[in-house]
Each structure stands twice: as structure tokens, then as C-alpha cells.
């Protein structure tokens, strides 16, 4: 498979080691154990927004050895390091760096979306190279990226194409985890010359199949996934069913109440086809632990994230 | 009027300087006059992101003084920032901070758009103030935010709690001015028990004026506000019915085609509920002036300003 395309990439590395988990890195800086923060809070005691980037990057470092064997990918949410302005902003990408150093696949959890010329920069800070005189550097070097699709093919296609040039990868919101997604994702859209009467989420679904299709690699798969949550597992089945190329993202596992059993529909029937997130239970995991104290919360993690990929692997 | 609510303030200002300007601050290096790039070139010629962010910061301060009196309130799209990374970032801050501080109130263009403590997370760190210890500082320091909605009322509700508490305002994406708006928007839903046959930026348009409902200023619009292309004037004059408290955050005059005449329909009868918003024509007016070189880039885009805001009164 190539190893330049990003669905033959993750591929490779579900079959190698055996897992579809990917660990969402979404610190929150009170839960983060109180050795990490007092180091850096003593050490930076005028810069509170500095010593907490530097505290979650120390932790974010914990994690990533941790589960470097057993995740395929990290997705840190990066509203979590924004809020810390651009210290956080730091911290965000040294985190992605750290993780491809280790061998992760990444994800920035961005959920962009825009027009034009604003989607093309966002699309090149994220996944491609941006240019200041004859200087050319990646800035946040993920290797793929979420994407909100409220503004149509306009707000996709510069992703798609930073996609193709730099071996990336894009998971476009099609069913989202959320109580509220139906809002919009569910109205029912009437039937036209072309379409069968059928909720909003499926049409996207469509567009994701389409907007891939110049783009699928080796694997069979695109670089266009989809936003699939755990929580709606008959619609996934349906998804699956109108994506059959596209790489399924699943949030809504574990913490959010998504089972093993209700992320089955996510895969093709070869086992692949999707990576299933879970962000709170694997990284504090700590701290519902009786054998862990705050010290081990990487251990403690590792062991959270073996459990995942185990009781996935045994419904597939 | 109120002069916490972020409405009463947006339609104070309006009234007081006769005008419905936002100024869209979307700096595009290449664009920036030589003689201010030169300038951070020479200064910090082994960091380029960081000579790029404080040229356009510079030439950021030199737009907000010269049309403070003229607009209401500017934009700055972070994608635009966020580009060059932490150092981008604080170039956006310094932005939002400057344009305050000389009167004018602002929008953070980014299109946030997430659910539960993630939205949160972008809430405050936006509109509010982000706690560390016993320090608690804005980081942002927006006076209003545009959202996505793609993920329902679970990504809404935390910015409209941080709107009422912190008298702040947000626009959400209803239609949308680029040509692709109408893949999800215009999809046509089909008629429910509640609802007549309709397309879905219509039931967004609903969404909208019950979001906002629970705070309405003494104005008489609300902290939710909406995105309406001045591309669309026919759908325009839809929503202006639907959402008859919000007020419009109008892209799409000039450099993409509208006209004075085609953003009428976003305005209430008595002139107020729309603000419209150009960036390219007035920022980079110096490009396409004969009576101005780029060292008057900023009495050029003055000069635009007022000429536009002196087109939209002439048919309001």
C-alpha cells in the first residue's frame, strides 16, 4: 500500500497493530494530575496561561508513550488549547509533533469550514506547507483535519486539494455523537428528479461519497471521511452503506455512552473501514482507577486504551 | 439604550456614526505594502512568521485608524491568522485588542462550531474569560463571534450563555454568500406536523429567532444574530420575516458581486438590523487607486469606507 496516501497510512497501521483506537487529547487543566501542574506553575508563577500549556504538553507527552503501541491516531480538540491563547496555540502543535514522532497518525480536531481564499489557509496551515517569502514551513502538520460542511463543496474543496498534494486526510460532520444533532442533520428532504425523499445526514453523506472519489487509495479508501457518532448506530449502518469508501471517524464511545456493539455498523464487513475515538475515559482514566494513583495516569491510560481495542476486536 | 447588551451597543453605534460598515481585516501578506513589510523583514530576518504577523499588525493599526469613524465594526477572519501559527495568533489578539481600544467593536470571524465542553471551551475563550488558578483573563476579547450550526442547539447554547452574561453577541451561518451555500442549505424539507414544505436555511432562520429570543436588548434585537449573503437578496428578504430581532451580518458586497441594492433586504423598515461587511475593497483599496499609492493605503481604505457607507444610506 502507499505509503503517501492517508486512508493506505492509517490502514497500514490498523492492521499492523491490531486496533482502530484513537485517543482524543482534550486536557482539561483541573484534571491534570497536581505533580504535572505544580511543576510548571512553580516555575512559571507570573505566566499562569504558560505554566498550563507547558503542563498539558507534559502530560499530552505522558499519554502519547503510553499508548503509542495500541492507538493508531490522536485527535487532540484544539478549542482545549486555543482557550489558552497562543501559548496554547504552542502547545497544540508540539503536541501533533510529538505524536508523529512516535509513529501516531494524527487528527486536528478543528471542525473548520469556510469560503475561498479562508478555507484555502486554513486547508494549508493544517495539512499542507505555508509560504512567507522563500520561506515554506508546515505550521500545524496534522495529518488530516474535521471539517463542518454548512457552506457546501466550497468550504471541502481546498481541503481535498491539500489532501492529494500532501498525502492527507479530511473527516467531513455527517452524523454527529450530539442529543441535538437532528436539528439540521435530520430534516427530511423531500424527493427530487434525482433523490429518493431522505433525511440531510444522508445527502451529506452522498456529497462525502462523491467529494472522495478522485482521491481513494490502495486500501479501497478516500481521503474523505466522515464524522459518524456511536450514539445513532442504525443510521451508521445506513452510512455505511452510502460511504463505502470513506474512512468513518466515531466519536460518542465510551464516556458519551456508545457501546462495542453500537459502533459494529460503523465497518465494512472486512473489519476496516472506521476508527473509534474516546477521549475522557482513556486520558483520566486515573482517576475512576483503583489500581492507579495520579502518578500512573499514563499506565492507567495504556491500560484503558488495550481495554478499548480489545472489546472493539471482539465484535468485529 | 443598554450599553451592556452587545445588540444595543452594535445599534447605539450605528445610529450615532450613520453607518453600517464592517470592515472584514483578511490580511493576505503579498497584498501588505512593501514598505511595511521591509520594515518587520529586516527586523526579524531569521523568523518570517513572526516579521509577517507584526507587519500585518501594523498595517492592521494603520486600517483601524483610519476608519474608526467611519465603520461600526471590524472582522478580522483568524484564518488569516491562525496561519502563522502562536505568532498569527497573537497578531489577532493585538487586533482585536487595538480596534477597542479605539472604539470600535469587533468580530471575531471563526466560524466555531462544537458541542458540550469543547463549545464551551471556544465560548469563553471568545466571548468570556478563561480561569487558571486564581487568575481569570479574556483571551480573545471579541465582542461577537460567528458559529456554524451543523451540530444543533448543543453547539449554540454555551455561546448564547456566554452572550448574556458577558453582554457579547454571535452571528450564526444561515445562507451563506458563496456559490455553494445552496448543497445543504436549500435542500427543501419536506412539511411536518409544525413546519410547511420549506428549505432547510429557512428552519435555520427559525432556530435562529428562538435561540435569541431569551435575549432581546432594549433595541429590540437579540445576541443571536445571522449570516446572510448579499448574493442572495430574494432569500434575504425571507429571513428579514423569519428573523425579525436578529441583526444580519451581511457578507458578500463588493468584491463578490453585491450591491447596495441587493443588501435592502436585509434591513428592517427603519433602516437598522444589518450590518454589511467588506474586506478586500476597502483593505486593499490602495491596489486599485490611481490617487493613492500604498503608503496611503490607509486614507485609500478610509476613502472606501466612506464611499460604501455613503452607497448603503443612499438606498436605505
Given at each position: 500500500m502507499s505509503k503517501f496516501h492517508f486512508a493506505d497510512r492509517l490502514i497500514e497501521a490498523i492492521k499492523t497493530k491490531k486496533s482502530v483506537v484513537c485517543v482524543g487529547l482534550d486536557p482539561r487543566l483541573d484534571k491534570i494530575p497536581e505533580f504535572i501542574r505544580d511543576k510548571h506553575f512553580k516555575k512559571h508563577a507570573k505566566f499562569p496561561f504558560l505554566a498550563a500549556s507547558e503542563a498539558i504538553l507534559e502530560f499530552n507527552k505522558g499519554l502519547i508513550d503510553a499508548v503509542k503501541d495500541v492507538a493508531v491516531i490522536v485527535k487532540p480538540q484544539i478549542a482545549f488549547y486555543e482557550m489558552f491563547g497562543a501559548e496554547g496555540i504552542s502547545c497544540f502543535i508540539e503536541t501533533m509533533k510529538y505524536a508523529r514522532e512516535k509513529g501516531l497518525l494524527t487528527i486536528a480536531d478543528a471542525k473548520r469550514g469556510d469560503i475561498g481564499t479562508t478555507a484555502e489557509a486554513y486547508a494549508k496551515a493544517f495539512l499542507g506547507k505555508v509560504k512567507v517569502g522563500d520561506n515554506e514551513q508546515e505550521i500545524f502538520g496534522a495529518d488530516s483535519i474535521t471539517v463542518a460542511p454548512y457552506l457546501g463543496y466550497d468550504g471541502i474543496k481546498p481541503f481535498v486539494q491539500e489532501c492529494k498534494v500532501n498525502g492527507k486526510g479530511m473527516f467531513v460532520l455527517v452524523?454527529?455523537?450530539?442529543?441535538?444533532?437532528?436539528?439540521?442533520?435530520?430534516l427530511f428532504v423531500e424527493k427530487t428528479e434525482k433523490n429518493a425523499a431522505q433525511p440531510a445526514f444522508h445527502i451529506m453523506a452522498q456529497y462525502v461519497d462523491s467529494w472522495g472519489a478522485e482521491d481513494v487509495g490502495e486500501s479501497g479508501y478516500s481521503c474523505v471521511g466522515a464524522v459518524v457518532g456511536a450514539t445513532y448506530p442504525s443510521q451508521a449502518v445506513e452510512l455505511r452503506k452510502l460511504m463505502p469508501n470513506a474512512i468513518f471517524l466515531v466519536p460518542g464511545y465510551g464516556a458519551q455512552g456508545g457501546t462495542a456493539k453500537d459502533v459494529v455498523g460503523c465497518f465494512n464487513k472486512d473489519g476496516l473501514g472506521a476508527i473509534v475515538n474516546s477521549s475522557r475515559e482513556i486520558c483520566f482514566a486515573y482517576e475512576k482507577s483503583e489500581k492507579y494513583s495520579a502518578e500512573n495516569y499514563a499506565e492507567a491510560a495504556k491500560e484503558a486504551a488495550e481495554k478499548m481495542r480489545d472489546d472493539i476486536a471482539s465484535v468485529l
Open positions: 452524523k454527529t455523537s450530539n442529543r441535538s444533532s437532528g436539528d439540521l442533520q435530520d
